[in-house]
């Protein structure tokens, strides 16, 4: 097989890539800056918190002080006597129109929680929970008469830690359950035990992390007008998936799908937070049928620490084994994973560890594995998916245990992962956890790594440096990442979340063109990465090409944004829609020219003579003739300048991205202090489609995954109280405390599809906290510190250096 190409700065295709160009392409591989830019910058976004419908209302939520109660009553009169209220409405209320949902799949066997409504009826069971809400003139209207209601509430026992919850005597989640565990899955392959019996070596460790959220630069928000004439509800949703929520507003509101309309316009950011079902969003549909107006919630900053998913909150046991000449041969791993109260609807929070437990190892070669998960209830904010779902904790356990095992062995880390990693030439294959993959690089990343980082450099100048009392580190992690997931992902679990994208392309009468699709934008750069696609496989210039998105009214029906799909995904379903268009456009040309559509093509605008490109006739002008003029067409020519395209991935289960991430820093021992000095990956996202945006997506990854390593964490008292709720206190890393992150990449294109993309959005969270663990533990080896639990703040450093 032809090795993969590694290069700093991308923009030309790899050998395995070449295959997959249009024969004009000039767009596709290119580092085009994207077209909403300018827009964007400007303060010409349109976002939902801009929003303003006629007779708009606004709604405020009066929440929780207690992390368990029962709600004993409820006063509302001096709320709904106060100035510019409209409606208060209870959870009775609500419970009237909107029918339960559970967060299960079928596919997660003995999965259970229950079920949800969108505001209490008996018991809160989160501290922040609403629980009452409140529609007014405006938004200061509305929170003024939220503090005039009186909730009376008899405090009920807390399940505030992992230790608590599960205790055969604690007290239950939800009544009739019979323990606090909502999810239990056990992997395993080959002989674990006798693996572990024979091992010349064994390393192992406990392992924790905390707590984080999403901190998206725009809150959740949305507008919901509900029509009651039509019975027609419209909802400018602030979501990564507007299909997914025009189902579930549909079904649990007793709608037909087709008169739910959801509208996603500009949304600035969402990193997995605004897939899910949220209370007070489920809420905010009943209230407008209930006032009979618009009703717009935007969420708080305060509210979205209590209110946004939480995520990663982990506990691991590891143990790896390894043979004399540190091969490694065997990994157990027992993950308890801490969500909230409820699994969250419909994607459930099983997703986070389930995939832990089947990526951890994934880039090794390994004998025999055992994963056994357990997924916790607790009375906190619920957990669910979030950027590089499960992945981040896969890598930390693995990589760390196989610098515990360099360590024990005496290997240079570089030397343990050589020897160990899956090789480039082994492919097709199968991790031991069943996870099929079709092709990855990673002793190609590994080498071009070791090149990227000048590690020869950076060891020699540690040692210098180790003798005059300077801790610097130098931590490596591999990984292996999940993208293009096919129905097999949530379709046999029952959720009406699509794998397919559909796309519409149309050639206007003046010869531009629109391609309406499925996949969002978020701030990612999905309508560039699409209008580039288009631009190459038709034959006309990026700037003619206007891509809509976000609105299940006007957009075909897909899956949209979420783990790395839009480019896999709705990059092939938009390649194919053009080829589609591309041709019948020739079609017509070849009628108006006389001549056949296969000795002709399609490049910048112009057809042309497929031999030789002499320009013959403008697609403005075979628009105007299809339009306007198609009397002068030949009888039976069929002017077809508009066609429509679903895809799915049939192929592989997902189309796997792998990489290998650098982290150079410096420890203060004396202060507990972190300087990170730079941050290294070399990632694999298969055919890199614009390598501008595939950096943003990295760097932006890379940022989020450093923040939980040395900053970000949900911290919560014994009471379930939510200690530092607000960005005075919740520390998100800032541009002072990122270091340069240098970037290479290669490309090994999937073959399940034409494009050959993969993803790249999660590439960069995925491995960055398990390079800065292994990081600051090389610095603190000759002290004889070893820390185990993310995030790594000053404190932890100096309880593991003994200072406490």
Known sequence: MNAPLAFDRP?????????????????????????????LLAGRGAYVSDLKLPRMLHAAFVRAPFAHARIVRIGLDAARAAPGVVLVATGEDLAKLCTPWVGTLDHFKGMKSAPQLPLPLERVTWSGQAVVAVVAESRAAAEDAAELVEVGYEELPVLADLDTALAPDAPRIAPGFADNICFRSVVETGEVDDAFAAAAHVVE????????????????????DFDASERRLTVHHATQTPFQFQDLYARHYGLPEARVRVVAPDVGGSFGIKLHVYHEDMAVIGLSMLAGRPVKYVADRLEAFVSDIHARDHRVRARAALDANGRLIAIAAEDETAIGPFSTYPRTSAVE???????????????????????????????????????????????????????????????IRARNLIP????????????????????????RLKGLMDYDRLRAEQAELRARGVHRGIGIAAFVEITNPTPAFYGVGGARISAQDGAVIAITPSGEVRCTISVTEQGQGTEAIIGQIVADYLGVPQEVVRVITGDTETTPHGGATWACRGAGIGGETALQAAKKLKANVLKVAAAILQAQPGDLDLVDGQVVAASGGAARLSLAEVARI?????????????????????????????????????????????????????????????????????????????????????????????NGQLLNGSLADY?????????????????????????GAKGCGEAGTAAASAAALNAVNDALAPLGAVLTQIPMTPARILTALGAF
């Open 11 to 39: 923009g030309r295709p790899s050998p395995e890539g070449a295959e997959h160009a249009p024969a004009s392409g000039r767009h596709v591989g290119a580092p085009l800056p994207r077209p909403n830019a300018k827009r």
């Open 205 to 224: 460790a406990d392992m924790a992390f905390g707590r984080h959220t999403g901190v998206t630069l725009e809150p959740r928000a949305l507008i919901a």
């Open 353 to 415: 560890g389930n995939q832990v437990i089947r990526l951890i190892g994934a880039p090794y070669r390994l004998d025999a594995y055992r994963g056994d998960l357990k997924v916790v209830f607790q009375n906190k904010t619920q957990t669910s998916q979030y950027r590089a779902v499960g992945h981040p904790i896969a890598c930390a356990v693995t990589e760390h245990l196989m610098d515990r095992a360099a360590a024990r062995l005496g290997l240079d880390p570089f030397d």
């Open 424 to 447: 480039d030439d082994a492919y097709p294959c199968a991790s031991a956890t069943g996870y099929r993959f079709e092709k990855l690089s990673h002793e190609a990343c590994l080498a």
């Open 626 to 718: 299809a339009f306007f003029r198609s009397d002068t067409l030949p009888p039976g020519t069929d002017a077809q300048l508009t066609v429509a395209h679903h895809f799915a991935p049939s192929g592989y289960p997902f189309a796997f991205t792998n990489g290998i991430h650098g982290c150079h820093v410096e420890v203060d021992a004396e202060t507990g202090l972190v300087k990170i000095l730079r941050h290294f990956v070399v990632e694999d996202c298969g055919r890199i489609i614009n390598p501008l945006l595939v950096d943003e997506q990295v760097r932006g990854g890379v940022v989020q995954g450093l923040g939980a390593a040395f900053f970000e964490e949900c911290r919560y008292d014994g």
């Open 731 to 755: 520390l998100v890393p800032m541009a002072c405390e990122m270091p340069d992150i240098a970037i290479a990449h290669m490309e090994t294109p999937t073959k399940d599809t034409e494009l």
